[in-house]
């Protein structure tokens, strides 16, 4: 490991300490991923990294110093031995690298697009406190990559039949997790999805050029490997309700992951009118039913030429990276807060510069206005600026009176984030949910006010993130074990 | 699963199809719709379950040929399959003794209203029922609506059966006759909704409409299917599909409706034209087997 040790970072403007022997070893700068430019990707739903070539990703992998005491693992809501997996791709032994990660993590190569790493395992890597962090999401899609390209798949061990039955409402990321567990464990697991494809908001919602959907299908392969079956358009809550899965079905525990999936409005006038719509109603015209691909896929998609985009999440930057994809020529992401407060990644803020997505910061539209045909034409907006800090811990934004302006836009995309959806619950009798309709589940143990009844995710802790939902997955899994094998079947 | 088993043509752009779904016939009630998609590139539409026999687990749904989908829908046969059936979706309709309940149903709006009617004459209402089409060869499900109403008026536009007029002239007949309403259901198009109910809010009658609007994943996850009554945001797919109809604003509904017509209209022109050549391959292809 010696070859690691690198001479410390100095600072700027300062002379290094101590007395260097040898001269320094030139340091290894954190590798980026080659992708596609900007004005080449614009037109196309195609990924935008192209992902590291094998030496790339070695060169890189041997910036890990791999540390007595790894924090990238606590770093981790699925807790991936991460020095392990990359101590074994800088020894090039991918397939030994593929199986350790695959050992906490069933969906790497979607984990390694879509994790805000930044925030996790890459936040508290120790390379990262005097320099860049080693790019752990970007060697998790390497190695997640090569595996599923060279066909080394490799299905583990999995536990013989327990004979207990396991019902996961939701195949997005916490019921894909739990359910791929389970399975391991060898509990007889059935995924219902509600809509007619597998994975969620990863398929729904999330576009292709940020996480083809192919990878999405193959990762849900891999569970399905593990033993999992998954029932389409089975919305639970009124196909079958949990009551049911439990009592006629032969379920003996059930798993919630259905998700947030209601989407919030802004409530200003004008909101109804043709060309405004939620987010959610956009990208799943364009992801899941492929409407880009219009009139080869049947769903259409408004055509739009400018597009005003409400919000400041990485909802708002796909769907108005999206939108300059559909073809429009200008695409304003409308924000009221600063720069500093927007939720979304800095990566997914840089790659929509990039494109050339315009920003409005500190602005919040007041009405929406349409023609005689009730299409959109123009958006009025009030100028805000930055009071006190509200409860979020972010400074609240005020309106600034007499600021109004009106801003040509034919399409409006509200991405101003989603609630719970109350579908379920409200068919569930005995189930507790808080008062925003988020079902209330243990921190630990994702158990629900319904015995043998479990639940996580978006439904549970609110909108977040993909790898928080896979998190919970994984907890629940635990508990749920533990729970079923208690039971006398 | 979603196999369809008997196909008929109740009039020459009105199928009526019986598809295997067995959990959905079991679990669905009258009001109930569900989402379909045809094949892997198709789109996902609404349409509301007509009836179902438990017994045999297949659900009945007619429905016209409008857009592609319904063309496409309308052109499988017996033994062919739905990619895609997800449902029952939306709220049952709220059935119970109201007295006398006034049925309205125009068109292939009848086929909606048919199932409903069944439940409000076995809750022990006095039905009276009024079914409209254009003209009488587009008139569907006459006997059946016969079989569970106390009265059936029928109506046309052209006068070429039944009493000559709209719905609402025999709503107003009714009305003359001093009929007392305590209830009125109307389906149909959203231009008949929209008379119906303008026409019984004069007289108090408390009227419930069915709306039809886009939608994708009927969920309420999409917010597609927004509509305005009562001056509140409503999900059609949740919260609906039935309304007051007093309080639903008619005109946003319509515009809604027609926001991808253009795309609605080239989808269909180029379905159309494929199936012509499809046609004429098929018949090619026959020639080539006799000649061999």
Redesign the interface.
């Known amino acids: 490991m010696t070859e690691q040790k690198k001479p410390k970072a100095a600072a700027p403007g300062k002379k290094p300490a101590g007395k260097p022997l040898k001269p320094k070893k030139p340091k290894i700068l954190r590798q980026s991923m080659p992708e596609q430019p900007p004005e080449q990707r614009i037109h196309n739903f195609k990924e935008v990294p192209y992902g590291f070539p094998l030496e790339m990703a070695r060169f890189e992998a041997s910036r890990c110093i791999n540390c007595k005491d790894p924090k990238c693992i606590e770093g981790c809501p699925v807790e991936i031995d991460i020095p392990g997996f990359i101590i074994a791709i800088r020894d090039g032994k991918l397939e030994e690298a593929a199986r350790i990660m695959k050992e906490d993590n069933a969906l790497p190569a979607i984990c390694g697009r879509v994790c805000p790493q930044e925030d996790q395992c890459e936040k508290v890597c120790v390379i990262g406190i005097k320099g860049e962090p080693v790019a752990i999401g970007r060697l998790e899609r390497f190695i997640a990559d090569w595996e599923r390209e060279n066909g080394r798949i490799v299905i583990p061990d999995i536990a013989p039949p327990t004979g207990r039955k396991v019902a996961v409402v939701g195949s997005g990321p916490a019921g894909l997790t739990v359910a791929g567990e389970l399975s391991r464990m060898g509990h007889d697991v059935t995924i219902f999805e509600?809509?007619?494809k597998p994975g969620g908001v990863l398929m729904?919602g999330i576009p292709e050029f940020r996480l083809p959907k192919a990878i999405v299908e193959a990762e849900v392969d891999y569970v399905k490997s593990l033993g999992v079956k998954i029932v389409?358009?089975?919305?639970i809550g009124?196909?079958?309700t949990i009551k049911e899965l439990m009592e006629e079905e032969g379920f003996h525990a059930v798993f919630i992951g259905n998700g947030a999936?209601?989407?919030y409005?802004m409530?200003i006038p004008g909101?109804?009118l043709?060309?405004v719509?939620?987010a959610?109603?956009y990208l799943?015209?364009a992801n899941?039913?492929?409407a880009y691909d219009?009139?080869?896929?049947?769903?259409?998609i408004?055509k739009s030429r400018k597009v005003a985009v409400l919000g400041g999440g990485n909802v708002a930057m796909d769907s108005a990276r999206t939108a300059l994809r559909l073809g429009a020529e200008e695409v304003t992401v409308v924000y009221r807060r600063s720069r500093v407060e927007m939720p979304a990644r800095i990566e997914e803020i840089h790659h929509a510069e990039e494109e050339g997505i315009k920003f409005k910061l500190l602005t919040n539209p007041t009405r929406i206005n349409g023609n005689a045909?009730?299409w959109v034409e123009s958006m009025t907006c009030i100028q805000m600026e930055l009071g006190e800090p509200d409860e979020s811990g972010r400074r609240r934004p005020i309106p600034i009176p007499g600021s109004e302006f009106d801003i040509e836009v034919d399409t409006v995309v509200v991405s101003i984030g989603n609630g719970a959806?109350?579908?379920l619950t409200k068919a569930t009798p005995g189930l507790k949910t808080n008062k925003w309709g988020n079902i209330i589940a243990d921190d630990e143990t994702c158990e629900t006010s319904l015995k043998g009844v479990y639940a996580g995710g978006d439904i549970v802790i609110g909108a977040a993130t993909v790898i928080l939902a896979m998190g919970a997955g994984k907890l629940a899994s635990r508990a749920m074990h533990k729970y079923l094998m208690s039971l006398k079947v | 699963m979603n196999k369809i088993l008997k196909k008929t043509e109740l009039s020459e752009d009105i199928k009526d199809i019986i598809v295997h779904s067995p959990v959905i016939a079991r679990k669905r009630k009258p009001g109930q719709f569900i989402i379909l998609r045809i094949n892997e590139t198709g789109e996902r539409i609404p349409l509301t379950i007509v009836d179902s026999s438990p017994e045999e687990g297949t659900i009945r749904l007619i429905f016209q040929e409008i857009g592609k989908t319904t063309y496409a829908l309308g052109d499988l046969e017996e033994g062919d399959t739905i990619l895609d059936i997800a449902g029952p979706l939306g709220n049952p309709t709220h059935i119970e003794k109201f007295g006398t309940v006034v049925m309205v149903g125009g068109g292939v709006g009848v086929a909606v209203v048919y199932p409903v009617t069944v439940a409000m004459k076995a809750a022990g209402n006095n039905v009276i029922s009024i079914i409209g089409a254009r003209t009488h060869d587009l008139m569907i499900l006459e006997r059946e609506m016969a079989s569970v109403s106390d009265r059936l008026i029928v109506t046309t536009d052209d006068g070429s059966y039944g009493m000559h007029g709209f719905v609402t002239d025999a709503l107003q007949a009714l009305i003359d006759e001093g009929v007392k309403i305590d209830l009125c259901l109307a389906i149909g198009p959203v231009v008949m909704m929209r008379a119906v109910s303008s026409h019984t809010e004069k007289y108090n009658i408390h009227t419930v409409v069915s709306l039809n609007s886009v939608m994708i994943d009927g969920t309420g996850m999409c917010g597609g299917c927004r509509v305005t009554v009562d001056e509140k945001t409503r999900f059609v797919c949740v919260d609906g599909p039935e309304f007051d109809g007093h309080k639903v604003d008619y005109d946003e509904l319509i515009k809604r409706q027609q926001a991808y017509l253009p795309q609605e209209k080239q989808s269909l022109e180029q379905y159309l034209k494929e199936r012509e050549k499809g046609c004429a391959l098929d018949a090619k292809s026959k020639e080539l087997q006799v000649e061999k």
């Open positions: 509600a809509l007619h729904y389409y358009n089975a919305v009124k196909y079958l999936g209601l989407p409005f409530n909101e109804n043709n060309g719509s939620s959610n109603e799943t015209r899941l039913m492929k219009f009139p080869h896929h049947d769903t259409p408004v045909d009730n959806n109350p579908l």
